[in-house]
């Protein structure tokens, strides 16, 4: 089984585990402590927010401030368009803000924002069925 692991550094990760909690995530305590809060996306996904001076230890030269220049765009599926709505709703609520406006682009319809460190999320709903 392979998995997939994300490495974000967050400036305040308390308030990262709120952010995200307010978003309906849950997470492995497991992997979690002082310096880092593994978010579990699904059963093979999860994102560790790190604090920054952790990050700094897995990176070659500087950490990068996203709210300078974006460093990666982290886009998960959405099982609905009123899913990618509700979740957009959910983060401005929670702290987030917006990033870009809403895309619609034939099949694809999605949100984007800054969670509270001001990594950009996007959600992303595309109809297979066309309709």
Request: aromatic share 12%; proline share 4%; with cysteine.
């Amino acid at each position: 089984m392979r998995m997939i692991f994300v490495n974000l550094p967050v400036k305040d990760l308390p308030a990262t585990r709120r952010f995200f909690g307010a978003l309906g995530y849950s997470f492995n305590e497991q992997f979690s402590d002082d310096t880092a809060v593994c978010m579990v996306v699904d059963e093979n996904i999860f994102v560790m927010h790190l604090t920054e001076e952790k990050f700094a230890q897995f990176v070659n030269g500087k950490v990068g401030d996203p709210e300078q220049q974006t460093q990666v765009l982290t886009c998960l599926s959405a099982a609905s368009r009123q899913e990618v709505d509700d979740i957009k709703a959910k983060a401005l609520a929670a702290g987030g803000r917006e990033w870009k406006p809403n895309i619609e682009f034939g099949p694809m319809y999605g949100c984007s924002f800054q969670d509270i460190s001001g990594n950009v999320w996007e959600f992303m709903h595309m109809d297979q069925m066309g309709g």
